[in-house]
């Protein structure tokens, strides 16, 4: 037997030893260094500069929060913020109150101290000039104990600073002999160190920091300053400071000077920087002071020094749902699946399918909700990477048809999917966002799948005229299984994840469209009125606030649930229109099909003119996005979108060798866009969607960053497409009750599967007879409805029960009625060698007169042997459908069949067939006999609990019931606890 690592493939095995090699490693993490728990060593010592105008620092391992004015007030609203020391310590000070009140100017000469006040938020900002540390009003800030004239009694009514910091040493290395040099800075740090680091210093502040003296560049100082500011003397010094403060709790940055040796563009004088870089500086201590002050909600776009909120319930249950009945089910049905215990489960397919999509939630939970793996802020040097990998994936896995295929073909549309998907993807990595000139057409991107969701559902509805309600439950808990998983999981809203949303409004809307009337749908005028009738009343329903405000507030008083009507207002508004579009394209495309007009004499300048006007109108939308600000083109968007995209379909089926050619990679990606979608948010990106994801060992270097990004790519597209295909089998079961395929699932011994009264199993000998067919038979045979649909062979059971295969049944099954036929026409034995130890004293009897009627073996005949061949069927149906169809089925065979094969052990001399049951469990090899009539006995593979479970399943009001009520008990029941956050 094929073992399961022998079943999987290279691609997945490399999934595996990397995806175990980083849980690993990131569990190592948590227990040799639970130190950095929240990376704050991270943020204060290791980082670099990633684009050239030293802009944007990247710390190690931890999203850096660019902190503004709303968000420094909230933090600092009422504190004191003082800062002593040089004039680098100034530099920091200015960049600190500029981000904190903006347009307020600072004033003070160069060397005087500073204070700025701002009523409104009671914040204080006070800098005192002190770059040795041997002014009165330093001493008595710091050591106001040992104070004798007591200066600053002024303050002695001000409450603790929340920042208190100190900077020293240029001037030591500058001025050595007015200063004392290092040895006279060697002494102040080390009186700094156990003032700071005493208990009881806690009046200094809540956040005590010493500077570093920050590095410098050579190149750009002045003769003087480069003849003193050595760069080896700062490391040396700043090394003392390391020694001094390594077993203290005093918040040293030393990456402040890092910072400044790198930014070698920023600086004029070699000595002070820009403000960008000190703004940059302010935010690491800012990060440090106040991230775990922000609000304990999604998204989280702080990650450095910050504790992650504690589970609400609901998450808790989740995680249960996933972490331990999950397997709890699994351990159930392998092993004690005769227990009552195994009815609240589902069979093992369906578990397996079901924990293809856990395992993917469980992983973006520690993704993004704890500190098991790394953070970091999105790197705009990463999008000439991304281009040329996607153009290149591409490129090198393109295929031809053989056969002319389709306008707009499944490959076609899988492919174009695919490469948007990742274009999407790819813009989102890099947070391009703020650039028009990205942003317009990715907008138009998103408008493209809608345009397909138009033109696919218009296509189907119109030609198939299939209305079911299966069809649609099925579309719309595939879209929105694991976004429903993701809200509750995650603690984020519904709406958040709002391409899954968008896609099922749009999809109700064309279903409905659709549907009124739909006996006159193929009336022209009237198909065309609908679809535009429909937009405008859809536009109206977008448009008009009351109508999203009321059945928002109706959800929320029902549910508790809280969503942004302005929000969703603006996103169903961006492409309200596209949909129709694609339905009217779709419905031109029927007609054209029907009227063959690729015959037309004329064709061909129809096409060309077409494919001419398509070029010409990309290059006007191009050009025209090209020039236009983002909320600008937001305004055109819903009206122009459809230009560019109804313009790249013509040129895409404009020719036979295009419609024929795909890129397989694409294709691949398209048909898991939906999970790739909704799972960046977590899986691929982090803080969901404000930064990235890294998998790897964190590291500031940069051949390490793209290599966490080749890393986390691979890693999230294969559980993208692991979740795509779980989440259709689940969708399926939960709307149908239809179980997925268990061809993936390993066979280990412990899965195989069993025999049920309700999936009985039987060889039944037909004849051959001159006329009446293949359906007489089976009426003389009495066979079920179930068994006249489809007919199975043995294997699933004898193979799974070690014994053996069909044809080796057959041929079994062959030479024994063989052996009895000659037997009944003269042998003098008449009685097969049953099966087991009683083989060996099993005696032959002699022919009697009623041996014709009465036969003892394997199988009774009531009348004349056939001949051959043999049929194996099933006697019933394989539908999982419940115990309810099963009961139908089974009360309809009994009005079919008085004398049921399974419901009698002797048959009525009117049949003309023989039905054997067979006890695959004490047969043991293909040598041995088949089993006497005594050890006949029918088994079951569902357990009467499990067939419970699979009736209450079945009846569709129930699971409407279930999941209204689980819902309500998750969304309403979240306010009893206090939460700050609502599903």
């Avoid at 409104?120 to 004798?148: Q, R």
């Avoid at 890092?258 to 600086?267: D, E, K, L, P, V």
């Avoid at 578990?351 to 790197?379: E, H, Q, W």
């Avoid at 060996?840 to 009348?863: C, K, L």
Wanted: charged share 15%.
């Amino acid at each position: 037997m094929q073992t399961w690592p022998a079943r999987l493939n290279r691609t997945q095995l490399l999934f595996w030893a990397i995806s175990a090699t980083l849980v690993v490693l990131a569990g190592l993490r948590q227990i040799l260094d639970p130190a950095d728990r929240t990376r704050c060593r991270s943020l204060l010592n290791e980082g670099t500069w990633v684009d050239r105008q030293n802009q944007q620092w990247y710390p190690t391992g931890c999203m850096l929060k660019t902190y503004t004015s709303p968000s420094i007030q909230s933090c600092l609203k009422g504190s004191r913020v003082v800062m002593i020391g040089d004039s680098v310590v100034r530099q920091l000070y200015n960049a600190t109150v500029q981000k904190a009140l903006p347009g307020i100017k600072v004033e003070g000469d160069r060397h005087s101290d500073i204070y700025v006040h701002d009523p409104l938020s009671g914040m204080e900002f006070e800098f005192y000039w002190d770059p040795v540390l041997n002014s009165t009003k330093a001493k008595d800030l710091i050591w106001p104990e040992e104070s004798a004239n007591r200066i600053v009694d002024r303050q002695s009514n001000k409450q603790t600073p929340t920042i208190f910091l100190v900077g020293i040493g240029i001037w030591h290395i500058r001025y050595p002999e007015w200063s004392g040099g290092r040895d006279r800075w060697h002494q102040l740090v080390q009186q700094l160190v156990k003032r700071m680091d005493d208990p009881n210093a806690t009046s200094l502040g809540h956040n005590i920091f010493l500077s570093p003296i920050s590095a410098v560049n050579p190149e750009k100082l002045s003769p003087e300053r480069q003849k003193m500011l050595l760069p080896e003397e700062i490391d040396t010094m700043n090394q003392i400071l390391f020694q001094e403060t390594l077993e203290t709790t005093i918040t040293v940055p030393f990456v402040w000077s890092q910072m400044s040796g790198t930014a070698n563009n920023a600086t004029n004088d070699g000595l002070h920087f820009s403000l960008p870089v000190m703004s940059v500086k302010a935010d690491i201590m800012l990060n440090f002071v106040c991230n775990n002050k922000l609000p304990k909600v999604a998204p989280m776009t702080a990650t450095c020094c910050y504790d992650y909120p504690s589970n609400q319930w609901f998450q808790t249950l989740m995680l249960a749902f996933f972490l331990v009945w999950l397997p709890t089910g699994y351990i159930v049905q392998t092993y004690f699946r005769q227990s009552a215990l195994a009815g609240i489960f589902p069979s093992i397919a369906v578990l397996r399918a079901l924990s293809i999509v856990s395992a993917a939630v469980v992983f973006m939970y520690f993704s993004d909700r704890t500190t098991v793996f790394a953070k970091g802020n999105k790197i705009n040097a990463l999008a000439t990477f991304f281009v040329y990998s996607i153009l290149a994936a591409g490129c090198f896995t393109l295929k031809v048809s053989e056969k002319d295929q389709p306008f707009l073909n499944r490959d076609q549309t899988d492919e174009w999917k695919g490469w948007m998907q990742l274009i999407i993807l790819a813009y989102h990595y890099v947070g391009a966002s703020s650039i028009s000139w990205i942003y317009n057409p990715v907008r138009m991107l998103v408008a493209s799948y809608l345009f397909m969701t138009g033109f696919g559902h218009f296509v189907f509805y119109y030609k198939k005229a299939d209305f079911g309600v299966v069809r649609v439950a099925s579309i719309l808990v595939r879209l929105n299984l694991l976004t429903v998983f993701l809200a509750y999981t995650m603690d984020t809203t519904y709406l958040s994840y709002y391409f899954a949303p968008l896609v099922s409004f749009f999809y109700l809307v064309i279903y409905g469209m659709m549907y009124i009337g739909h006996k006159h749908n193929h009336v022209p005028v009237f198909i065309v009125s609908k679809i535009i009738i429909t937009a405008i009343l859809t536009a109206v329903f977008v448009h008009v606030p009351v109508f999203l405000d009321t059945i928002f507030a109706i959800i929320h008083f029902f549910y508790g649930v809280t969503w942004s009507a302005a929000e969703w207002r603006f996103r169903l508004n961006l492409d309200v229109w596209i949909v129709f579009v694609g339905s009217l394209v779709a419905y031109l495309f029927i007609k054209a099909q029907e009227l063959s007009v690729t015959t037309h004499p004329r064709w061909n300048i129809i096409a060309n003119t077409a494919t001419a006007l398509s070029l010409v109108s990309l290059l006007f939308y191009f050009a025209y996005t090209s020039m236009t600000n983002k909320f600008e083109y937001n305004r055109h968007h819903p009206f122009i979108s459809w230009i560019p995209i109804v313009s790249f379909v013509i040129l895409r089926n404009s020719t036979q060798y295009l419609r024929n050619t795909t890129s397989t990679f694409f294709a691949f990606i398209g048909k898991c866009s939906l999970e790739t979608f909704i799972g960046q948010f977590h899986m691929w990106l982090a803080g969901d969607t404000k930064g990235i994801l890294i998998l790897a060992p964190a590291s500031s270097n940069s051949v390490l960053i793209i290599l966490n990004t080749v890393v986390t790519t691979f890693i999230f597209i294969m559980v993208a497409n692991a979740v795509a295909g779980a989440t259709g089998e689940l969708s399926d079961w939960l709307v149908t009750g239809r179980e997925p395929s268990t061809k993936n699932t390993p066979a280990l011994p412990h899965n195989r599967p069993r025999i049920t009264p309700s999936r009985s199993y039987s060889a039944v000998p037909t004849i051959n007879t001159p006329e009446g067919g293949k359906e007489r038979r089976e009426r003389q045979m009495s066979l079920s409805p179930g068994a006249k649909r489809q007919s199975v062979m043995l294997s699933p059971i004898a193979s799974s029960a070690g014994a053996f295969t069909p044809s080796t049944l057959k041929a079994m099954m062959d030479a024994s009625y063989a052996k009895e036929n000659k037997s009944r026409l003269g042998s003098p034995s008449l009685t097969p060698t049953p099966l087991g130890p009683s083989a060996s004293s099993s005696s032959s009897s002699s022919p009697s007169p009623s041996s014709s009627s009465s036969f003892s073996g394997p199988y009774s005949p009531s009348v004349t042997p056939p001949e051959k061949p043999w049929e194996m069927v099933n006697m019933t149906d394989k539908s999982t459908s419940g115990a309810a169809s099963d009961k139908a089925r089974d009360q309809k065979g009994r009005h079919e069949q008085p004398n049921s094969v399974a419901g009698s052990s002797k048959f009525s001399k009117k049949h003309e067939g023989v039905s054997l049951q067979i006890d695959t469990t004490q047969v043991e090899s293909p040598e041995l006999a088949l089993p006497q009539p005594s050890a006949v006995r029918t088994v079951s593979a569902l357990s009467p609990s499990e067939v419970t479970f699979k009736s209450l399943w079945a009846h569709p009001g129930w699971k409407v019931a279930i999941f209204l009520g689980v819902t309500w008990v998750l969304n309403f029941g979240s306010n009893w606890p206090t939460t700050s956050t609502v599903q």
